[in-house]
């Protein structure tokens, strides 16, 4: 077996033996995804990569739901200032531009 076949058949026995709600974790792991893919690191990896990353780091407490949800809502907010100031932008009046005479 590969590598790569051994740590998703590991990563699939830990989200089966996770006590919690299985349901919190692929939501705060594709929260956390979401998050790590902005990374360097991750910018050119596969999807399922970055999502195993993600859920091997939820399921390990390297980063806590609380972190998740405040990093989440942080970048919600900036994605709604960005799109708040492009529809400003584009709704502004247009500039006038006269051409010098020849």
């Known amino acids: 077996m590969t590598e790569a076949k051994v740590k998703t058949i590991e990563l699939e026995q830990e989200i089966m033996d996770y006590s919690q709600d299985k349901y919190d974790l692929i939501v705060l792991g594709s929260m956390w995804a979401r998050e790590i893919r902005r ?44 799109r708040e100031e492009r529809e400003a932008r584009k709704n502004a009046q247009p500039v006038e531009m006269t051409l010098p005479e020849l």
């Open 39 to 82: 990374r360097e690191e991750f910018r050119h990896k596969p999807n399922s990569e970055v999502i195993s990353a993600a859920l091997t780091d939820v399921l390990s407490g390297q980063i806590s739901r609380e972190l998740i949800l405040d990093t989440y809502k942080k970048s919600l907010l900036a994605r709604a200032q960005a």
